[in-house]
């Protein structure tokens, strides 16, 4: 029997999906952050209950050949990743067995492939950053991520896993706004007025936005800043500030205001230039997602007949790249500006066979009158409402494919569409977008068994 406060040795044998190892005594399972298959490790059970305990690493008794000095000064203490002690080949097995493992537990399946995971930098690759802001005891501004588990600002001045072409601005824009002594929003008193910094860049351009959320509509200070900070950065193309007046932890308002330069920057997205905003949805490795959707589109080997249906298509990084291969496609998103955003990307790339419309999938999709020989899915983590699995049934497009962040959900909604034989899982490809974090995106193909 296993106490409470008791120091215990173990080995790890696996890491869970949540990223924790994951150890045993006796038939007790024992988690311990921090800690990767096959160390031997001293833990402190800090929590134990009937089937599992948490354990706190106390010492390394033997590192295990997974294990590396984190590239990152601050990887002890910051939340944004939780694997930066693990060998980035190690973190690709991870990720592919937990894809295997949820379709099996979750989704019921048990015959069926996950092809090889699609990789590339382990760093440098993200290319957007929304850093809270907070204040420090000395009465510096702190820009960072949260401790694990917590809303204390870690404060950096550069992030291994951004874009190197941010690092500069992150120290020096801190200390403009420092400067500026505008207040500091507060989380638990609910006053003062900036809130967060966000960069994003045109990982193929270079083209940087600069954001600042602040909780009230403008800011003369700010107003007047904006247009030094245009001149200093060569690559900045707009100083954009949002207005997010909520207490919660959502980053973006509803209103963004114009403050020198564009509201959008633009990139060159699988053969096509887009526009984006730093509050509109784009996958945040570039890199990674052109490789999985230019992926999709070579497999579902498109004639140009087809017609096909994007559903949560945000500004049109994969309705459009279809739209080439294709008779027609339509585009499902329910923000109001990535909608906007679709149809200008639409114009600026000559593409005319597309229509997107603006709403919920889960109430335009069932209402539509068009059949689809392919139907799209690339939802938020909560995956798909129960109404847009409903409709899919009902339609029967000859091929879905669903793009997903989050294995649990995408196991769940699979099971719906296949328990009854309608579909059968056809291709199974992992996609490393977030690496040093335990997140795994999945593409998968089904095929429809009735003869089309
Ligand atoms: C994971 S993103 C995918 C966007 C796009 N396919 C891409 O790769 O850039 C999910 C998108 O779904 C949108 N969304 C979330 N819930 C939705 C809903 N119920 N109906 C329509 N769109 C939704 C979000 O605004 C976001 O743009």
Redesign the pocket.
Known sequence: MIRQGELVEIEIQDVSSDGNGVGKIDSQVIFVPHTVTGDRILAKLIKVKKKYAQGRLEKIIHPSDNRIRPRCIVADKCGGCKWQHIDYGHQLEIKHNQVKETLNRIGGFTEFEVEEILADTDLAYRNKASYPLGMSDNGNIKAGYYREGSHQIINLNQCPIQDERLNPLLAEIKQDLQELGIPIYDENTKKGILRHLCFRIGKNTGEILITIVITKPSNYKLAQQAPLWLERYANVVGVTLNYNPRPTNVIFGEETELLAGRLYLKEEFAGLTFTLRTE????VNTNV?ESL?TWVIDELNLQGHETVI??????G???LPIAKKVQKVIG????KI?IELANHNAVINDIDNVKFME????VIFPELTTDADVVIL???RKGC?PEVIEALLKMKPRKIVY?S?HPATLARDLKMLCENNDYRLERVKPADFFPQTTHVETAVILQSTTTH
Do not use: H, M, N, R
């Open positions: 509109s949805f784009f996958q997602a959707f994007d559903l949560y298509c945000g500004i990084t994969l309705t499902i998103e329910f923000d990535a709403g919920k999938s889960e690339d939802p938020p409402q793009v962040c």
